[in-house]
């Protein structure tokens, strides 16, 4: 499975982003897509994941309100549309992909990916996403 991250970069406070996750050799049919982030200093954490058979996501509370999971299955990519943008949204951004059945609710999937992280799972490279205020 390969994942590319793209979309990071420079914005102000109160700006949009939208990052891509372009997989490949991955089954979009029974599978959970999730964006993580991981700042200088803190501990990676969870942002947003999806279910792409059926759409189902999940957000983290930071990003609630926020920003917006999305598959396009056809195109095998996922994306993440991030408004409202504040400072401590700055941080590498990575997808990471892995296969579940349905007895996985999407927050163990989420859960489970971000504890095998880059190590055990599959996951991109990241992209930087820079919020300045």
């Known amino acids: 499975v390969q994942l590319v991250e793209s979309g990071g970069g420079l914005v102000q406070t109160g700006g949009s982003l939208r990052l891509s996750c372009a997989v490949s050799?991955?089954?979009?049919?029974?599978?959970?897509i999730g964006w993580f982030r991981q700042a200088p200093g803190k501990e990676r954490e969870g942002v947003s994941c999806?279910?792409?058979?059926?759409?189902?996501?999940y957000y983290a509370d930071p990003v609630k309100g926020r920003f917006t999971i999305s598959s396009d299955n056809a195109k095998n990519t996922v994306y993440l549309q991030m408004n409202s943008l504040k400072s401590e949204d700055t941080a590498v951004y990575y997808c990471?992909?892995?296969?579940?059945?349905?007895?996985?609710?999407?927050?163990?999937?989420?859960?489970?990916?971000?504890?095998?992280?880059?190590?055990?799972?599959?996951w991109g490279q990241g992209t930087q996403v820079t919020v300045s205020s």
């Open positions: 999806i279910f792409t058979r059926d759409g189902t996501t």
């Open positions: 990471a992909a892995d296969r579940f059945s349905k007895t996985f609710t999407i927050v163990e999937a989420m859960r489970l990916m971000l504890n095998r992280g880059p190590e055990l799972g599959s």
């Open positions: 050799g991955f089954t979009f049919d029974d599978g959970a």
